[in-house]
């Protein structure tokens, strides 16, 4: 398999979370596929040593686009990771607000496979191999599918660094009061929610509180959190009614936090499926604009409550808020067990296997059909889900075979050609010249290729070249309406259906393609 290149930035104003969860596509990529570079700016150190440690390079880059050299930084990169497997056999992944449509094209059209990581939908479009939203509800999001070549949306593709996946079958212990509370607002908390918590949970008035506060190494504010609870500290030497707290800096291990607490407050964005994993029940307030949706779905699901935009909190709702969950035993029980039914830890390895599925298609090779392809192609024809799927049901001989291929292979009404990946037949397409503007198409998938989306890419890689060929502007296929998944190859590839009739008693569907001007 081929290297990955990621492209993304982590500082005190954006946080750390884009270049977390590639870490944690890293981690799965590097551990069955292949090598890992980082490209961007990190003004967090413990990170970029988090991502070397993992023996992946992180390459400091020296402007950030719309300067033009990080784009082409970013394209020498690739290729040069690319190197004798040939150019475009490194993925790139972007994940960034800033990487907009024209950033996406370059990449693209230089060679490389793309996936672009997003939350918002906030592009008129996008030009991606993959496009991946991992969030709740963004299956709903108006995506122009167009330049498109698969959509990954939703938790099921929510990554997880690999230090979570050894809790996948913990189940939580849920108490009749909680008592432990975890905060954590991110790598940078720009705006110091945490003070406002902090301020919160002096009164919460509930005895006995625990708390671990965990500040992330971009947070500018740790000075003064840090001093703020060596303060409270010093006083509860002579007030034992004040709860008991800890600061952590840059916490490494999150999931043993995690486990220990039974509450949680947090930032909207990526922590939140690390808590709904770790079945962790917590309120959740938004930090940014990105994140109102995740926290608005993780609600409704109730897997959280969400108190709504930071600038409308203050510390007597937080405490208000946070004795409400901790005395709601049966509502923390109900968002446990959502969390860890919406998130099952899983979601990195998705989406590499997606990405190594489309390097795979990626593989094949288009090319005319030839005389010498003769015996190859009568035993595609005579599969037997071809057979089922065609209006003749009986074998063909290859004696006919053989002369209806030459035939055809004459005729200036009909072109042929078909996909190979190393030597071995993926899949065979046919037009055939109709009238003076309309070519009908033909194909079969081999057995050991179906269901990869070959069909869909077969007609997506040959409709120009038939409509030059044949001098046509319509492209036609008849699909047998027990053939679903021909029907969704066509519609995958911006066919429309037309027409619903019988042919041959056999119900069936007019798929049409018509080429643009």
């Given amino acids: 398999m081929s290297d990955l290149l990621i492209r993304a930035d982590a500082n005190s104003t954006i946080g750390n979370g884009h270049l977390v969860r590639c870490l944690a596509l890293a981690q799965s990529w590097r551990a069955t596929l292949g090598e890992v570079t980082f490209l961007g700016q990190c003004d967090n150190e413990a990170l970029r040593r988090q991502v070397e440690e993992e023996g992946m390079l992180f390459v400091e880059i020296a402007k950030v686009h719309p300067d033009p050299e990080d784009l082409r930084a970013t394209v020498a990169r690739a290729h040069e990771l690319s190197g004798s497997k040939g150019l475009g056999?490194?993925?790139?992944?972007?994940?960034?607000?800033?990487?907009?449509?024209?950033?996406?094209?370059?990449?693209?059209?230089?060679?490389?496979?793309?996936?672009?990581?997003?939350?918002?939908?906030?592009?008129?479009?996008?030009?991606?191999?993959?496009?991946?939203?991992?969030?709740?509800?963004?299956?709903?999001?108006?995506?122009d599918r167009r330049a498109i070549g698969r959509l990954l949306l939703g938790p099921d593709y929510a990554m997880l660094r690999k230090n979570f996946l050894p809790w996948r079958d913990f189940r939580r212990e849920i108490p009749d009061v909680a008592h432990k509370i975890l905060v954590t607002l991110g790598g940078a908390d720009p705006d110091n929610i945490t003070s406002r918590v902090i301020e919160a949970l002096l009164i919460l008035d509930l005895p006995g509180l625990e708390i671990i506060i965990v500040v992330g190494s971009s947070n500018r504010h740790y000075a003064e959190l840090s001093a703020m609870v060596s303060g409270i500290e010093e006083r509860r030497k002579t007030d034992s009614s004040l709860p008991?707290?800890?600061?952590?800096?840059?916490?490494?291990?999150?999931?043993?936090?995690?486990?220990?607490?039974?509450?949680?407050?947090?930032?909207?964005?990526?922590?939140?499926?690390?808590?709904?994993?770790?079945?962790?029940?917590?309120?959740?307030?938004?930090?940014?604009?990105?994140?109102?949706?995740?926290?608005?779905?993780?609600?409704?699901?109730?897997?959280?409550?969400n108190l709504g935009s930071s600038e409308q909190i203050d510390p007597p709702?937080?405490?208000?808020?946070?004795?409400?969950?901790?005395?709601?035993?049966?509502?923390?029980?109900l968002q446990s067990q959502n969390g860890q039914q919406l998130v099952d830890g899983r979601g990195s390895d998705r989406v590499t296997e997606a990405m190594r599925q489309i390097a795979k298609l990626a593989e094949v090779k288009l090319r005319p059909v030839q005389t010498e392809d003769a015996e190859l192609l009568w035993q595609l024809a005579n599969d037997p889900v071809v057979r089922e799927n065609s209006f003749s049901h009986q074998p063909i001989p290859l004696a006919d075979h053989l002369e209806w291929l030459e035939w055809?292979?004459?005729?200036?009404?009909?072109?042929?050609?078909?996909?190979?990946?190393?030597?071995?037949?993926?899949?065979?397409?046919r037009y055939e010249k109709l009238d003076s503007d309309i070519a009908e198409i033909h194909f079969a998938v081999?057995?050991?290729?179906?269901?990869?989306?070959?069909?869909?890419?077969?007609?997506?890689?040959?409709r120009d070249l038939a409509c030059e060929a044949l001098g046509v502007g319509i492209i036609r296929g008849v699909v047998m309406r027990a053939n679903p998944a021909s029907a969704r190859a066509f519609l995958k590839a911006g066919f429309h259906e037309v027409e619903r009739l019988a042919i041959k008693e056999q119900p069936c569907s007019i798929f049409e393609w018509q080429r643009s001007q």
């Fill in 317 to 333: 709702l937080i405490a208000r808020e946070l004795r409400k969950l901790c005395f709601d035993s049966k509502l923390r029980q």
């Fill in 89 to 143: 056999s490194a993925w790139v992944v972007l994940d960034g607000y800033h990487f907009d449509l024209a950033y996406q094209r370059g990449v693209k059209s230089s060679g490389c496979q793309v996936l672009m990581i997003d939350d918002t939908a906030h592009r008129i479009a996008y030009q991606a191999d993959i496009l991946l939203n991992q969030n709740i509800g963004s299956n709903q999001l108006n995506y």
């Fill in 446 to 462: 081999a057995a050991a290729f179906r269901g990869q989306g070959l069909g869909t890419r077969a007609l997506v890689d040959t």
């Fill in 244 to 305: 008991a707290l800890r600061l952590e800096y840059n916490v490494a291990e999150m999931a043993p936090l995690m486990v220990w607490a039974d509450v949680a407050f947090a930032a909207g964005g990526s922590t939140c499926w690390e808590l709904a994993y770790m079945g962790l029940p917590a309120l959740i307030a938004v930090l940014a604009n990105n994140q109102k949706e995740v926290a608005n779905g993780l609600h409704e699901a109730q897997v959280v409550c």
């Fill in 408 to 429: 055809k292979l004459q005729s200036s009404e009909c072109r042929m050609w078909l996909g190979e990946r190393r030597g071995e037949i993926a899949f065979q397409i």
